[in-house]
């Protein structure tokens, strides 16, 4: 699952277009399943795994099971929807969880096989 996460990141900070939408943005969120904690950190205009931080120190999470990340970054499914039907639970601000999904939408990968799952 980090696999994904970091591909998804990179694939945010390799479009121009959607780096624009992060400058001057500051936030950081753990994602966590049932494997993995993540941390994620957007600051200067960049998203990147935040490896200085510890979970516990993130009020901003999203929970939620590895299948349901694995269709939020491939486009199948919006994180708002799952959120909706309680798939994801989220502190997220609703600005925030909008933010996240443009985010997941926009920097989709031209690729279908990008994110292959791992069983």
Not at 35 to 54: C, F, M, P, Y
Not at 57 to 80: A, D, N, P, Q
């Amino acid at each position: 699952m980090v696999d994904q996460i970091k591909s998804w990141l990179n694939e945010v900070n390799r479009k121009q277009g959607v780096s624009l939408l992060l400058k001057d943005v500051f936030f950081s969120f753990a994602v966590k399943t049932e494997q993995d904690v993540i941390l994620v950190n957007i600051k200067n205009g960049s998203i990147a795994l935040d490896e200085e931080s510890n979970y516990r120190t993130k009020v901003k999470r999203i929970e939620l099971k590895s299948e349901i990340l694995h269709s939020l970054l491939s486009g199948e499914r919006k994180l708002r929807e799952a959120v909706k039907h309680k798939a994801v639970i989220s502190t997220f601000t609703f600005r925030e969880l909008l933010l996240v999904e443009s985010l997941l939408f926009l920097a989709k990968s031209d690729k279908t096989n990008m994110f292959t799952k791992i069983s």
